[in-house]
């Protein structure tokens, strides 16, 4: 229902394992490197097994291998390690950080059909409902807003115009484009206007918002088949997790000293 940008956090390593599992060439592959290799297999439904830890270590062993080779050959001259790991390290901090919290406040099956209900209900309360794809353009006032529209009536391009004209910075580089909308997720006067409207159509007057005048093209529709709880669980779970992040960003970003 919701798709998100962070994964759910997995187990993080916390320490460090010296113990060797192999060696190449001298370069010794450690029994943490191997764990690590078996965590994120059994967080893909693998199951551990001998056969699976023989396998993992043969791969980490090729890896070692072609690493070598390219060290030979110069090629690491031509990669920014330092930025690398640098940009691992804060994968593996903020894995960490998600790991920490959710471990003392778990997600709950109820906070997540609490926050599926609240979805569904925006969706609509049947088993399918309709979809919208809108544009717009955006005006301060009506005069500009009836003098485009004019300009759209008589073939003037919409995309066009709303790159040139449009006040709406979120949809101005995309030719107005708002994307796909339930008429739940706007507010109601334009979207009393976009479902009464045929698919390519463009309202026949702009729509007073208080952002603005509104033209408001209907690019297209579709019906929207609500998923099953059990389908939806696993997306709404991350999104909770993407949720807790944004708020703790938000709080971090307001008492940090930011220079650009």
């Not at 909308?181 to 208080?210: E, H, N, R, Y």
Request: glycine residues 6%; aromatic residues 6%; proline residues 4%.
């Amino acid at each position: 229902m919701v798709t998100s940008a962070y994964c759910q956090p997995q187990s993080v390593t916390s320490s460090v394992d010296f113990e060797f599992v192999a060696t190449v060439n001298g370069a010794p592959i450690s029994q943490g490197l191997l764990d690590l290799s078996l965590q994120g297999a059994l967080s893909q439904g693998q199951k551990d097994t001998p056969e699976l830890r023989k396998a993992l270590k043969e791969e980490l062993i090729n890896r070692e291998l072609i690493a070598q080779e390219a060290s030979k050959l110069g090629l690491a001259s031509q990669i920014d390690l330092t930025a690398h790991i640098a940009q691992l390290k804060q994968n593996l901090l903020l894995q960490a950080f998600l790991e920490d919290h959710f471990k003392k406040d778990p997600i709950s099956d109820a906070r997540i059909r609490e926050e599926y209900e609240r979805q569904r209900k925006l969706m609509g309360d049947g088993p399918s409902s309709q979809q919208y794809r809108i544009s717009q353009i955006v005006l301060n006032n009506e005069t500009d807003a009836n003098d485009l529209l004019h300009r759209i009536q008589k073939g003037g391009l919409f995309g066009k115009l709303a790159q040139e004209y449009s006040s709406d910075s979120a949809t101005k580089a995309q030719g107005g484009l708002v994307g796909w909308v339930f008429p739940s997720q706007v507010i109601a006067p334009v979207a009393s206007v976009m479902i009464t409207l045929s698919k390519g159509s463009v309202a026949t007057a702009p729509i007073q918002t208080p952002n603005g005048w509104v033209i408001l093209k209907l690019d297209d529709k579709r019906n929207f088949k609500v998923p099953a709880y059990d389908e939806a669980k696993a997306q709404i779970r991350q999104a909770l997790v993407q949720q807790y992040l944004a708020e703790v960003l938000k709080g971090l970003r307001a008492n940090a000293k930011i220079i650009q």
